[in-house]
């Protein structure tokens, strides 16, 4: 569906801010000559300071302490492909299972998270890779709230050349949703892209309306893959984690657009998203521009984050 080139290559771009970080500080550790407590204290202190939260830092640690044991390893420098091997494994968890990113089905994503985020933003870039695959898209302009949000969306689709299913400003946007599924079945569109206004997690009236969206996708749906994506905001640290585990409880998301991560040197939230949320980061947005997407790859961020050094 998303002919995205050189998947592993921008990950490991947008892993490079954090990645320098986390190497600089590694790098010390790793030159240490042995494996005591002031090591692994050491570790839990790069890991918090690279947003991966206290939960995930623990469970991180305590997986590589226990393999460092039963490997019988007595200095640092092992341990550092048993680090990226278990990051690998916590990404990759928050993955098994589930569906993924949609494939060559015919595909409703519902599009959904906190004000600002870049949830059209991300709606746009997921909409010109899909034009670029050939695929046929159809926006829905289900942010009826906020002023100017229809406008945004309409200007996206007119740049991609893209139909865009609208009503009034203010409106229900159960009924667009409603309606653009319907468009969708009678045109046999692949792609539907489903843009909500952003809402505080705490708004509970408003996380009410989202499920009467969800519910409109889900009943003009047939023969359509449903997905919710929940996009968040890479720099918004731990904050934003508290704020998409209302949205996850309160619809079920089943993947993660996380975006701007080309401004944090934090990007250990995307071990938080998946070892705390068990939702995996399917996009990373690299920057406003529509070709600044990704698809996410745990491995080549695992390596990007604790790569061997230079020989
Ligand atoms: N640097 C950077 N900026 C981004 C990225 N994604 C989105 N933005 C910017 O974030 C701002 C908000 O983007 P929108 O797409 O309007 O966010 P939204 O979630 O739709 O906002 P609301 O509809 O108001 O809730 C814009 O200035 C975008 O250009 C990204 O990956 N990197
Ligand atoms: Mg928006």
């Known amino acids: 569906?998303?002919?995205?080139?050189?998947?592993?290559?921008?990950?490991?771009?947008?892993?490079?801010?954090?990645?320098?970080?986390?190497?600089?500080?590694?790098?010390?550790?790793?030159?240490?000559?042995?494996?005591?407590?002031?090591?692994?204290?050491?570790?839990?202190?790069?890991?918090?300071?690279?947003?991966?939260?206290?939960?995930?830092?623990?469970?991180?640690?305590?997986?590589?302490?226990?393999?460092?044991?039963?490997?019988?390893?007595?200095?640092?420098?092992?341990?550092?492909?048993?680090?990226?091997?278990?990051?690998?494994?916590?990404?990759?968890?928050?993955?098994?299972?589930?569906?993924?990113?949609?494939?060559?089905?015919?595909?409703?994503?519902?599009?959904?998270?906190?004000?600002?985020?870049?949830?059209?933003?991300?709606?746009?870039?997921?909409?010109?890779?899909?034009?670029?695959?050939?695929?046929?898209?159809?926006?829905?302009?289900?942010?009826?709230?906020?002023?100017?949000?229809?406008?945004?969306?309409?200007?996206?689709?007119?740049?991609?050349?893209?139909?865009?299913i609208a009503h009034q400003a203010g409106g229900d946007p159960g009924a667009v949703a409603f309606d653009a599924m319907a468009a969708a079945q009678r045109r046999g569109v692949e792609l539907v892209l489903i843009d909500t206004a952003g809402r505080l997690h705490t708004k509970h009236n408003l996380m009410q309306e989202l499920k009467k969206v969800h519910g409109s996708v889900q009943r003009q749906g047939e023969g359509y893959a449903q997905r919710v994506l929940l996009v968040m905001d890479g720099t918004t640290g731990q904050n934003g984690l508290v704020q998409a585990k209302a949205f996850s409880d309160a619809i079920g998301c089943d993947g993660v657009f996380l975006t701007k991560l080309d401004g944090t040197a934090k990007g250990g939230i995307v071990l938080a998203i998946a070892g705390e949320l068990k939702l995996p980061v399917w996009f990373i947005g690299t920057g406003e521009k529509l070709e600044d997407l990704a698809e996410f790859d745990p491995e080549a961020f695992a390596e990007a984050l604790v790569p061997e050094p230079a020989a």
Do not use: C, Y
Not at 68 to 78: F, K, S, W
Not at 132 to 152: C, K, M, N, P, Y
């Open 1 to 164: 569906m998303f002919r995205l080139f050189g998947r592993r290559e921008k990950t490991r771009e947008a892993a490079g801010k954090t990645s320098g970080t986390f190497s600089r500080l590694l790098g010390g550790l790793f030159a240490r000559q042995t494996l005591d407590e002031e090591f692994w204290n050491g570790l839990e202190e790069v890991l918090i300071i690279a947003d991966v939260g206290m939960a995930t830092s623990e469970r991180l640690l305590a997986s590589v302490r226990q393999r460092a044991r039963e490997q019988r390893l007595d200095n640092p420098a092992p341990v550092r492909a048993v680090l990226r091997d278990e990051i690998e494994a916590i990404l990759k968890s928050a993955a098994a299972g589930k569906s993924g990113p949609p494939e060559r089905e015919k595909t409703a994503i519902l599009v959904v998270g906190v004000n600002g985020v870049g949830k059209t933003t991300s709606i746009a870039k997921l909409a010109h890779a899909a034009r670029s695959d050939g695929r046929t898209v159809l926006l829905a302009a289900a942010d009826t709230f906020r002023a100017g949000a229809i406008e945004q969306l309409a200007t996206w689709a007119g740049r991609l050349g893209v139909d865009v």
